[in-house]
T-cell receptor, first 108, second 112 residues
Framework: DAKTTQPNSMESNEEEPVHLPCNHS???????IHWYRQLPSQGPEYVIH???SNVNNRMASLAIAEDRKSSTLILHRATLRDAAVYYC?????????FGKGTMLLVSP | DAGVIQSPRHEVTEMGQEVTLRCKPI?????LFWYRQTMMRGLELLIY????????DSGMPEDRFSAKMPNASFSTLKIQPSEPRDSAVYFC??????????FGSGTRLTVV
């Protein structure tokens, strides 16, 4: 699977939007972009995924660059419960391979 | 739906002892995965099953580790003999179609 690059950590204030970036310059045409998050002392949790078009669900939005070499996970209003490690993962037809992710810190 | 159920939640054992971790996937999910998480190595895939058949066990560290899936509703990960370096959180996940994994809460294993 192609590699992704994410910042090690980001900080946000509660009630503010959060934009979590992910670079994946070697993405192939069949790779889906997946986001998972891991809350403290829990297993990873599916957030959202997309191929080419922007995607929205109840948890977040995924904005995908036109050339697909980068994407951004958007949390519209961060809450303290959103503090977690967020993983950006590219998947073709293989299993999920987790990188180090971005640790999101949310301050009241 | 109770989600993916793992047991035990915590396990403390002495070096050399056999350890068995258990997982009940979500009903109807035909893929099951075992991951291990440590601070040093992050989340690593150990093995995955599709329709109860092991497909890829290349992540299993060594012969001390074995995994079985005797039926669609149960899987075990066994370590025999256990060593302190096996201390980690072990996660089981299931998926209906290789997309959208659902993870269990994990088993925290400490080998002393």
């Amino acid at each position: 699977d192609a590699k992704t690059t994410q910042p090690n950590s980001m900080e946000s204030n509660e009630e503010e939007p959060v934009h979590l970036p992910c670079n994946h310059s070697t993405i192939s045409g069949t790779d889906y972009i997946h986001w998972y998050r891991q809350l403290p002392s829990q297993g990873p949790e599916y957030v959202i995924h997309g191929l080419t078009s922007n995607v929205n669900n109840r948890m977040a939005s995924l904005a995908i660059a036109e050339d697909r070499k980068s994407s951004t996970l958007i949390l519209h209003r961060a809450t303290l419960r959103d503090a977690a490690v967020y993983y950006c993962i590219l998947r073709g037809y293989s299993t999920l391979t987790f990188g180090k992710g971005t640790m999101l810190l949310v301050s009241p | 739906d109770a989600g993916v159920i793992q047991s035990p939640r915590h396990e403390v054992t002495e070096m050399g002892q056999e350890v068995t971790l258990r997982c009940k996937p979500i009903s109807g999910h035909n893929s099951l995965f075992w991951y291990r998480q440590t601070m040093m190595r992050g989340l690593e895939l150990l093995i995955y099953f599709n329709n109860n058949v092991p497909i890829d066990d290349s992540g299993m560290p060594e012969d001390r580790f074995s995994a079985k899936m005797p039926n669609a509703s149960f899987s075990t990960l066994k370590i025999q003999p256990s060593e302190p370096r096996d201390s980690a959180v072990y996660f089981c996940a299931s998926s209906p179609n290789l997309y959208g994994y659902t993870f269990g809460s994990g088993t925290r294993l400490t080998v002393v």
